[in-house]
């Protein structure tokens, strides 16, 4: 049985939310794509470059109302039990909070936060690079999560030498998106709902793999920007979701996390499919009209495909993202 699709979800829930939700898709999307490889740097130096806590540890309990958890990074944060003031700095983190059902708790989030609808109407503090100090101090949060897929990590610290409790979450690949959604969940008190949530991104992922294990993997070449050329490298969660459905990305053993490309480098390695993301402000070529783009096999064979921009997001709706993918790639495996 598949579980239902994030976007029913959405469509399901949008005439009770009072919030709104997306991630970054114009010309900020690209300052963040380029930004986001030093900013991973950053965090994970932050950290000690050792992997993230597998689950939000509980520590103590300084009081009846608040607990102490340690986050993605391995910071400990004291949070109530129960947050009632909720700040999400990063799309991913405002999709996983609706998606667990806690919206209505949500008193801010970034301008590029657009998924559901709803959360296109929650109070704004800043942008994904660039929060607003005053204006969240002044909305007196108990709780502020912030992702290592996009914050800056110099802002995201200066919050909590505010004195404000600064949650950092860590979806790194697959199964750390999978350990934030559970961590998120305990830290909101959610965790019945983090539970289920995860258990059926489980469930649609495996289902996929099922309808898709057979197939010969795929070459592919992932543009995730054509103009400077971008590419999703080694330690990055897109090469990751990638795998899921058999697509082994011709920069996935690059050690940055968004490598600038060339064309000569496609040409030499001749990729078996192109996927492509498409941005407002860094509209997409047609491939067939440019000198060398037109001799790679994939255009010759009209084997380009645009994938979901959901495949980006380091939130459960990466699961959406995924199928649609593999819909396209294999639409025989899904009659």
Not at 282 to 301: I, S
């Amino acid at each position: 049985m598949s579980f239902p699709r994030f976007r029913r979800l959405q469509n399901s829930k949008s005439k009770n939310l009072s919030g709104f939700g997306r991630l970054p898709s114009c010309c900020s999307r690209a300052r963040a794509l380029i930004l986001t490889s030093s900013l991973l740097c950053i965090f994970a130096t932050a950290c000690g470059g050792s992997p993230s806590p597998p689950a939000p540890q509980k520590d103590a309990a300084p009081s009846a109302e608040k607990l102490v958890y340690t986050d993605g990074i391995g910071r400990r944060v004291e949070i109530p039990a129960r947050p009632e003031r909720i700040i999400s700095l990063a799309p991913d983190i405002t999709e996983t909070l609706y998606l667990l059902g806690a919206e209505d708790r949500i008193i801010g989030n970034t301008t590029q936060c657009h998924w559901p609808e709803a959360a296109n109407h929650k109070p704004k503090i800043g942008d994904l690079l660039n929060p607003n100090y005053e204006v969240i101090l002044a909305a007196r949060p108990d709780l502020i999560i912030a992702s290592t897929a996009g914050n800056d990590q110099s802002s995201v610290m200066k919050l909590t030498r505010l004195g404000l409790p600064v949650y950092v979450a860590a979806p790194r690949s697959v199964s750390k998106i999978m350990e934030s959604v559970e961590n998120i969940a305990r830290i909101t008190d959610c965790a019945d709902e983090g539970r289920r949530l995860a258990a059926g991104m489980r469930e649609r992922l495996n289902r996929i793999r099922s309808l898709t294990g057979g197939k010969r993997p795929v070459r592919a070449f992932f543009i995730t920007w054509f103009d400077p050329l971008l590419a999703p490298g080694k330690a990055t969660f897109e090469n990751d979701v990638l795998r899921l459905v058999g697509v082994a990305s011709i920069t996935a053993d690059i050690p940055q996390f968004y490598p600038r490309y060339s064309l000569e480098q496609v040409l030499v390695n001749d990729p078996d499919v192109i996927l492509k993301a498409t941005h407002e402000g860094n509209p997409f070529p047609d491939l067939k009209a440019l000198p060398g783009w037109r001799d790679l096999r994939a255009v010759r064979q009209n084997r380009i495909y645009v994938v979901s921009e959901f495949l980006q997001h380091p939130s459960p709706l990466f699961v959406d993202g995924v199928e649609d993918l593999a819909r396209q790639l294999h639409p025989e495996c899904f009659q």
